[in-house]
């Protein structure tokens, strides 16, 4: 079973760029129709989809976000990454990696705060 687990600082200072790491293990992240996702939730708030990178490399972002936001990966590692730039207050979220439309997929999340 493929699992996923996300890494990177729980803090950020605002205008900074946000910067997280996700795992994949158990599986390869250039598996045939894959699409390698980011989602937040901010506290009180529902989930929101920042977007993916998908087996072929291509990305998609949320066009709430797309300006700030850049997907990639390493395929040596078998990792993905999201950078998020220019953060505020308002970027505070547990922010999750998986695979899209694959139940069990999610990792169990990570705390970033946004705060000077």
């Known amino acids: 079973q493929v699992q996923l687990q996300e890494s990177g600082p729980g803090l950020v200072k605002p205008s900074q760029t946000l910067s997280l790491n996700c795992t994949v293990s158990?599986?390869?992240?250039?598996?045939?129709?894959?699409?390698w996702s980011w989602i937040r939730q901010p506290p009180g708030k529902g989930l929101e989809w920042i977007g993916y990178?998908?087996?072929?490399?291509?990305?998609w972002y949320n066009p709430s976000l797309k300006s700030r936001t850049s997907i990639s990966r390493d395929t040596s590692k078998n990792q993905f990454t999201l950078q998020l730039s220019s953060v505020t207050p308002e970027d505070t979220a547990v922010y999750y990696c998986?695979?899209?439309?694959?139940?069990?997929?999610w990792g169990q999340g990570t705390q970033v705060t946004v705060s000077s």
């Open positions: 158990g599986g390869s992240i250039t598996t045939n129709h894959y699409y």
């Open positions: 990178i998908a087996d072929s490399g291509s990305t």
């Open positions: 998986a695979i899209a439309g694959v139940s069990g997929s």
